[in-house]
């Protein structure tokens, strides 16, 4: 099977080809700097190794996205929804947890963003 053809490194003025976003060479310094300026600093209290073991036993019982099911649509998880967040004394109960899409999971913050 042929593969994807690489691309430019996506840091400025770098010649490089790559598979993935970044070359070998500047793959680690961004990761490192999203880390530190753009990712909140205390993720990994909220959503740690205990976090993925939930998620993935939630993915496991619910591998479709809840509310493209209910419009009679067919879409593959990708992302776990807290119905009450984490940040507001929300759990990570599974009464607390919603099985969505990438789209409908940017819908849902969008409308909270607006509700507030």
Do not use: F
């Not at 939630?58 to 940040?87: D, F, M, N, Q, W």
């Amino acid at each position: 099977m042929p593969r994807k053809p690489k691309r430019p490194c996506a840091y400025p003025g770098c010649p490089n080809l790559c598979d993935g976003q970044y070359c070998e060479e500047h793959e680690k310094p961004m990761r490192e700097q999203y880390d530190k300026y753009e990712r909140a600093p205390d993720v990994n209290k909220k959503y740690g190794r205990v976090w993925k073991r939930i998620r993935d036993r939630h993915v496991r019982a619910h591998p479709y996205c809840e509310l493209c099911l209910k419009e009679g649509r067919i879409t593959p998880v990708e992302e776990v929804h807290h119905i009450k967040p984490v940040s507001q004394g929300g759990t990570h109960d599974r009464n607390n947890l919603m099985s969505l899409c990438k789209s409908c999971h940017t819908k849902i913050h969008r409308n909270e963003l607006h509700d507030r």
